[in-house]
């Protein structure tokens, strides 16, 4: 089932159950079905029920999961399409006229473009452009300065971090990414912002671990999904990439294939 809206995480909706409940004098089990009535169920029930079966099998639903004041982690091994998805999922912002901050560190600014263009069309880049609602900067950025390119966006919008470990030269700073991810939540907050940060694994470790990531495993408490992605060798020589949703706050775990057609950078739901 796909969402027609983004529906808050569960744990707001019980916290809005929960001042329903007291604000009209109401029981929580009336609470909850009030809630779940606003978002088109009959039952709370139905709506866990949709929320357990939830399928991350597309762009678009990832896109979906990703609500305001979250952030989300995708991990891969370099080449592997980590750049290309998070560009689908800025095609699907910029359609919805949501602002989109891209910055790279390690990619310069016109191969950034040139692939979006790929992927949704010069035209339509351009547009989004002369709109103010795409800004792609490149170079290198210290901690300082992310901070500061972050409180300058608009709320509500996108901001791709492209990429984690470019933000230290050095891998052994892992109070420094603590530290650092917890002003970005902060910020992430305040602004309703939607962040999706890129990393790089180099280390064969186990995926469920979540050791592979730079700057600790704890450094994952402060995002709301982890996405791993990886190449994928598919039948008759399709190319393939495998999702995994390592971490999810509204979501079960789970894999999906998906499609990827290197031509245009795009990615498609495996038929």
């Known amino acids: 089932m796909s969402l027609n809206q983004k ?24 609470a909850f079905n009030r809630i779940a009535n606003q978002y088109g169920f009959t039952h709370w029930s139905l709506l866990l029920k949709h929320f357990n079966a939830k399928q991350i099998d597309s762009i678009k639903s990832i896109w979906q999961s990703l609500l305001p004041g979250e952030m989300l982690l995708l991990s891969a091994k370099k080449d592997s399409g980590k750049m290309s998805l998070a560009l689908n999922i800025v095609a699907l ?13 390690y990619v310069d600014k016109v191969s950034v473009l040139s692939r979006l263009h790929l992927i949704a069309n010069e035209n339509k880049v351009k547009l989004w452009q002369d709109a103010k609602l795409l800004l792609v900067e490149d170079g290198p950025t210290n901690e300082a300065n992310l901070l500061e390119k972050i409180q300058k966006c608009n709320p509500g919008s996108l901001i791709v971090i492209d990429y984690l ?22 910020q ?22 979540l050791d592979y990531l ?3 495993r ?10 791993h992605i990886e190449s994928h060798a598919g039948e008759n020589g399709a190319i393939q990439r495998e999702l995994s949703l ?17 031509a245009n950078f795009r990615f498609l739901c495996k038929t």
């Open 7 to 30: 529906i808050p995480s569960i744990t707001s909706l019980k916290q809005s159950a929960k001042r329903l409940a007291s604000k009209d004098a109401i029981s929580l089990h009336k």
């Open 93 to 105: 912002a910029l359609n919805e006229s949501i602002p989109v901050k891209y910055l790279s560190m």
């Open 165 to 186: 470990q470019a933000i230290h030269t050095h891998t052994n700073h892992t109070q420094k990414y603590q530290d650092l991810f917890c002003a970005i939540k902060s």
């Open 188 to 209: 992430c907050h305040h602004n309703n912002l939607m962040i999706l940060v890129l990393s790089q694994v180099t280390d064969d470790l186990p995926l469920e671990s």
């Open 214 to 216: 730079i700057g600790g």
């Open 218 to 227: 704890n450094i994952c408490r402060h995002f709301s999904h982890v996405l």
């Open 246 to 262: 390592l971490k999810s706050t509204h979501y079960p775990k789970q894999k999906a294939i998906l499609q990827f057609d290197p």
